[in-house]
């Protein structure tokens, strides 16, 4: 996904869908809103543009897709590379499956730079 690892589940999963709602609605007030034009998102939907102006993110809603990053953007071979070495660990990881027992919240560290490290705001664990 855009020159990065990421695992997602192969098949949906209504109760990730059902969570990433639920966080959605509990913090939509951090959202950034965007100003962008749109004709600066050629490759959005007409839906996904109205998101993006809406909520500063188009992957929200119906939208999301549950995802974890391993990575950030690679070339060809460091991803090919980093895919490989990671292969044994993250099939035994998907043959165990993955438990959701907690949250974080994480906001850019401060500057401008869309570049900035992100800060642990807070971790929440999940009950019930």
Known sequence: ???SLVLRPANPRPELNWLALQCF????FFAVRSSEADG???HLSPYQRLLLKSFGQQNVMSEYRFSIALTGPLDSAQLDAVSKALAPVIADVCAKGVCVDGLSLVGEAGGEEQSAPLRLIGRYSLEG
């Not at 609605?25 to 939509?28: I, K, R, S």
């Open 40 to 42: 600066e998102h050629p």
């Open 1 to 3: 996904m855009n020159r």
């Open 25 to 28: 609605n509990a913090f939509e």
